[in-house]
């Protein structure tokens, strides 16, 4: 018995060995893949508008290109230092900050660490080891402009932003100017919510905009700009949309969207990451032309030829 018991484990100590041995050999299935980190937007996922779009992108390049997805939200990190370090510490290839307010944290970062790879997203930074992706949201807002401009019967369209910012500031001259393209004289109200995250605030300052005769409303301000087309579904007036086609959040009200196509601008970015190895230094800047923004099909109202053509030489003119 005894003898039998200590064949048993001889072989017992055999079978764990030839297992640990092949244990040794056998490599991890994540080595040599590529590491994309990003510390999302203050409102993260769930806003229905820029952070859905990006972290959408990135999915795409981790489902076809292979990479490997990291990310971050303000409400756990409590501050984009807190999450741009964590990123650091995962060894991640290249940190993404996603929105103009991680700006000053990053740059912080990426002082720190010159070695590692940065990409901030919608704002411009002069350090050497940070890419800058930014849009022309002033193109595709001029577009929005003109759609605006044709579809009010009141001669009055509102705009709101989710702070009052130059970034946001881009949206207002560009829907500005595209407005005053088609008739000079539309009245444009503006506000800005200081708020990107906030529905229900959206919901009070489209009521307030309505109430001042405005029936079409443009609002980028993302989760706060989803209770604007909410609520101009709901009093029977026109909305766009912004970053995304916004369509499904309002069926009656929303005739367009202004496009920003940070989902495909991220993937190409990764996309040539993984061939080269390296970002494109110094900034990189989408407009029309380079299909960085865009309008969305025009639906709910249904715009004569001669009104379509208006918005198409738009087009033509701001690409060239």
Do not use: W
């Not at 303000?74 to 964590?86: D, I, N, P």
């Not at 929105?99 to 070695?115: H, L, N, R, S, T």
């Amino acid at each position: 018995m005894k003898k039998h018991a200590l064949l048993f484990l001889g072989l017992l100590f055999m079978i764990v060995s030839t297992l640990s041995g092949c244990g040794v050999k056998e490599e991890s299935p994540l080595k040599g893949k590529i590491k994309i980190g990003i510390m999302l937007s203050d409102v993260g996922l769930g806003d229905q508008s820029f952070s859905d779009a990006a972290f959408n992108g990135l999915v795409k390049a981790r489902d076809e290109l292979g990479i490997i997805l990291d990310y971050r939200e303000l409400q756990e990190t409590k501050t984009y230092e807190a999450g741009l370090r964590q990123l650091i510490e995962e060894k991640n290839d290249i940190i993404i900050g996603l929105g103009f307010m991680v700006q000053e944290d990053m740059e912080k970062v990426a002082k720190e660490y010159p070695e590692r790879t940065f990409l901030l997203v919608d704002s411009v930074s002069e350090l050497e080891n940070v890419t800058s992706l930014i849009f022309k949201e002033d193109e595709g807002s001029y577009l929005a402009g003109v759609a605006a401009a044709l579809a009010t019967q009141t001669k009055t369209v509102g705009f709101v932003g989710g702070d009052d910012v130059p970034l946001i500031h881009k949206f207002v001259d560009g829907f500005e100017k595209g407005v005053k393209s088609i008739n000079p004289d539309i009245k444009i109200i503006t506000k800005y919510a200081g708020n990107f995250g906030d529905d229900e605030l959206g919901t009070k300052l489209a009521k307030e905009m309505i109430s001042n005769k405005s029936d079409v409303l443009y609002a980028a301000a993302g989760l706060t700009g989803i209770g604007v087309l909410k609520e101009a579904e709901r009093q029977n007036v026109y909305a766009i949309g912004v970053d995304s086609d916004q369509y499904y959040f309002a069926e009656k009200a929303v005739i367009t969207s202004m496009i920003k196509n940070v989902d495909t601008a991220l993937f190409d970015i990764v996309k040539e990451y993984t061939n080269t190895k390296k970002l494109p230094s110094n900034s990189i800047e989408l407009g029309l032309k380079e299909n960085g923004v865009g309008l969305a099909p025009i639906r709910v109202i249904p715009f004569a030829e001669k009104e379509m053509q208006s918005i198409e030489d738009a087009k033509s003119k701001l690409a060239n």
